[in-house]
T-cell receptor, first 109, second 116 residues
Framework: KNEVEQSPQNLTAQEGEFITINCSYSVGISALHWLQQHPGGGIVSLFM???GKKKHGRLIATINIQEKHSSLHITASHPRDSAVYICAVRKTSGSRLTFGEGTQLTVNP | SAVISQKPSRDICQRGTSLTIQCQVD?????MFWYRQQPGQSLTLIATANQGSEATYESGFVIDKFPISRPNLTFSTLTVSNMSPEDSSIYLC?????????????FGPGTRLTVL
């Protein structure tokens, strides 16, 4: 079993829909990252969370430390949101990141 | 924030050859990492590039195959040696920097390598 699991693996939505991507982890962490990877391969860090909730534009990220779970929400989705979204955690025992498998999001116009 | 550039952005190489990927950061950072992302898979850490000493490799990766240089705090190279089609991947440089009491991680744009 992977230490970081994401669901769903693939998600197709219509423009304007509200989207949720989930991340569960099984280890103690000091921080959780949500990353966005576009088809070209480059990765952008969207959020880093250690507790609570963060919002940036149409993106909202939440984390529940007790339940070892985080969600990334996209409101009013747009085709330009189409990308792979990756959850990554920094374990309390080290400095490296452990990555989930990613969620491929496609938003159709 | 940290701005990271990588060169080349993509390349197509012949089996048996080697490719050196460069990573340049716009500011001094202590921690630099090299990741590999094979097609359809998530990121795997190859090694941590240490300034002034040998890189620290993860299990399954060796210096002879992936030699790394880190001559200063803003630059590193990763060489993929004696390439085979299985080395076709995206290679990403990443840095970690302490900001506002937490370690923030930044990623480069990646180098997409295809080995024929």
């Amino acid at each position: 079993k992977n230490e970081v699991e994401q669901s769903p693996q693939n998600l197709t939505a219509q423009e304007g829909e509200f989207i949720t991507i989930n991340c569960s982890y099984s280890v103690g962490i000091s921080a959780l990252h949500w990353l966005q990877q576009h088809p070209g391969g480059g990765i952008v860090s969207l959020f880093m969370l250690s507790s609570g909730k963060k919002k940036h534009g149409r993106l909202i990220a939440t984390i529940n430390i007790q339940e070892k779970h985080s969600s990334l929400h996209i409101t009013a989705s747009h085709p330009r949101d189409s990308a792979v979204y990756i959850c990554a955690v920094r374990k309390t025992s080290g400095s490296r990141l452990t990555f989930g498998e990613g969620t491929q999001l496609t938003v159709n116009p | 924030s940290a701005v990271i550039s990588q060169k080349p952005s993509r390349d197509i190489c012949q089996r048996g050859t080697s490719l050196t990927i460069q990573c340049q950061v716009d500011s001094q950072v202590t921690m630099m990492f090299w990741y590999r992302q094979q097609p359809g898979q998530s990121l795997t850490l190859i090694a941590t590039a240490n300034q002034g000493s040998e890189a620290t490799y993860e299990s399954g990766f060796v210096i002879d195959k992936f030699p790394i240089s880190r001559p200063n705090l803003t630059f590193s190279t990763l060489t993929v040696s004696n390439m085979s089609p299985e080395d076709s991947s995206i290679y990403l440089c990443s840095v970690s920097r302490r900001e506002v009491g937490t370690d923030t991680q930044y990623f480069g744009p990646g180098t997409r390598l295809t080995v024929l």
